[in-house]
């Protein structure tokens, strides 16, 4: 295939694989989609708080969403420049090298059975003791965690792990393994975004961290070479014979990319089940006071590391869920924005959605869901409003964190996700930040991302300029909400985010903590 100016089309693959399925979206050299397959797999819950994928099936999805993304572009893979991979991130597998057969099922961001044993290693210096070198609060999100209890609760798994038997790693590394031969001369590595989300990796040095790994007894021998997030890793084999896989990303850090968020104070918004906002800080890791992760951006070769400030706020979509599902006030989610479009305001009423806990910047698990200013006044209406508010004035108080460890004030926001098609709420969120919100053209940012970086490290796009000419807006919005208006709510919100405080006891337990959708 050609372009209208006569040069051969190049085409980049990116897998996709996320925690509810896997994707394999197919580029051209333009950056436009040129076909998408999607398969979705298992969850599985064995007992409650606990959140398990089978690895294998997941591999198999891969596959299969590879060959239908192929077949659907009428392509070969020899046609491909290069694939990139994007993933949930803290999702932990172990496998035997010499058989490729995961020792357990993977064990999920979501699972939170590495509680205890992360209260255990705080000791007295409770959650920071590992944040100065990771940036990360000890807590049982990460991947580190879920390895040692692996290795603790899997007979004999940890003989096996110490004598060089068994293999480490977040989804990333599973599948480029078994892209790249598995058993047969696989490679086992990981990148620097998803490495720094396992809690065993020093932020600074880019290497596993000897005391970190002595502290949760995790044997160097399991873990994956760390290495930049785009650079070609290894050949492909089977389906994708003779295709460089050439980048990977943890999937907020991809959607950073994708974005075009190359400069210091770059950020962008993920709104899906929770939100993810990530800051780009430059080639400096800013330490958090505020509630926020330090966290890997992403790094390109050879070239200097990226730092982002991240924030995680559980529920925004899911609020959205509640509001349709458990009440039954709308029958479809896209019915919110005209029944709050409907009212001019929330007439003074707040929801904050603490189901099971405030992520940033509070993190406060007992915290719980709290509707304030209700009058006889209040419609469902303008519950509605207040559904959508949330998810801006959340939003809003990360961006204030933001500012606050790293002085950088944002001069706009690029979101992306299923709710950025409520223009209502857009709206809200540019009118609660006082600077512009912008959509891009190309809404799967993720997917964009992996495979813009692999296509710099093959020579399909020369460099960052290039990319950010790409990238194409769709819609903006401009705030129209004056300062005093906007403070005065913004005072309002923070009042009813203190009236969620304390709801839950320490010696109660409700079940697992809300899933953010990483």
Known sequence: MTDTSGTATRYVAAIDQGTTSS????????????????????????????????????WAKVQAVV?????????????????????????????????????????VWQDTRTAALCERLGGQDGQDRFRESTGLPLASYFSGPKAAWLLDNVPGLRRRAENGEIAFGTIDSWLIWNLT??????????????????????????????????????PEAVLPQIRSSSEVYGTAVGQLGGVPVASALGDQQAAIFGQACYGTGDAKNTYGTGSFLLLNTGNRPV???????????????????????????????????????????????????????????????YIVPAFSGLFAPYWRS?????ITGLTRYVTKAHLARAVL???????????????????????????????????????????????????PRISETTALGAAYAAGLATGVWDGLDTLRAHWQKDAEWQPRMDEKTREKEYRRWRKAVERSFG?????????PAPAAGD
């Open 23 to 58: 994707r394999c979206i197919v580029f051209d050299s333009d950056g436009s989609i040129v076909a998408l397959d999607q398969r979705e797999h298992r969850q599985i819950f064995p007992k409650p708080g606990w959140v398990e994928h089978d690895a294998t099936e997941i």
């Open 67 to 107: 060959a239908g993304a192929l077949a659907k572009a009428r392509l070969r893979p020899d046609q491909l420049s290069a694939l990139g991979i994007t993933n949930q991130r803290e999702t932990t597998v172990l496998w035997d090298r010499t058989t490729g057969r995961p020792v357990h099922n993977a064990i």
């Open 181 to 218: 031969g598995g058993t047969e001369g696989g490679v086992h590595v990981t990148d620097v975004t998803n490495a720094s989300r396992t809690m065993l990796m020093n932020l600074e040095s880019l290497e596993w961290d000897p005391a970190i790994l002595a502290a949760m007894n995790v």
């Open 287 to 349: 330490p958090s006071k505020n509630g926020l992760l330090t966290t890997m951006g992403y790094r390109l070769g050879g070239e200097a590391p990226v730092y982002c400030l991240e924030g995680s706020i559980a529920i925004t979509g899911a609020l959205v869920q509640w509001f349709r599902d458990s009440l039954g006030i709308i029958t479809a989610a896209d019915e919110i924005e005209a029944l709050a479009a409907s009212v001019p305001d929330n007439g003074g009423a």
């Open 366 to 370: 007992d915290a719980r869901g709290v």
């Open 389 to 439: 508010e949330a998810t801006s004035w959340q939003t809003r108080e990360v961006v204030d964190a933001m500012y606050q460890d790293s002085g950088v004030h944002i001069t706009g926001l690029k979101v992306d996700g299923g709710m950025t098609a409520n223009n209502l709420l857009m709206q809200h969120q540019a009118d609660v930040l006082g600077v512009p919100v912008v959509r």
């Open 503 to 511: 709801w839950q006891d320490e010696d109660e337990d409700d079940g």
